[in-house]
């Protein structure tokens, strides 16, 4: 009796183990359409998380120096096209979502005066 409950119990763990392996984590990746390094404030830049992977939702959030809000601005779509209103370095950040499970991408800009 205990060879079989053990035997039971091993059997049941690896069917475990096997099926939570097969779960894909997303990966968050972004890619633009200009350098990031030097964009004019109120230049137009498109954001894409598309070389993403495993991901069913995206949520992109601005940094507050951006536009001036103290919580900044999210979106949620795939690409996302934004104008920079301040001078200044900010951050972007992607958060690609898949299942329970989240991964983060961000990406510095640099925003100067025309």
Known sequence: MKKN???FVLH???I????S???KVPEACITTD?????LVVNEEIHFHANCSQNAETFVWRFDNNAIGHKDGIIITRESV????????RHL???EAKGG????EALITVYVYEN
């Open 5 to 7: 409950v053990l035997a």
């Open 12 to 14: 049941s763990a690896l």
């Open 16 to 19: 475990v183990v096997g099926t």
């Open 21 to 23: 392996s097969c779960t």
């Open 34 to 38: 200009k350098k990031t390094d030097r």
């Open 81 to 88: 096209k934004f104008r920079f209103s301040r001078p200044g």
């Open 92 to 94: 972007v950040k992607l």
């Open 100 to 103: 329970n499970q989240t991964s």
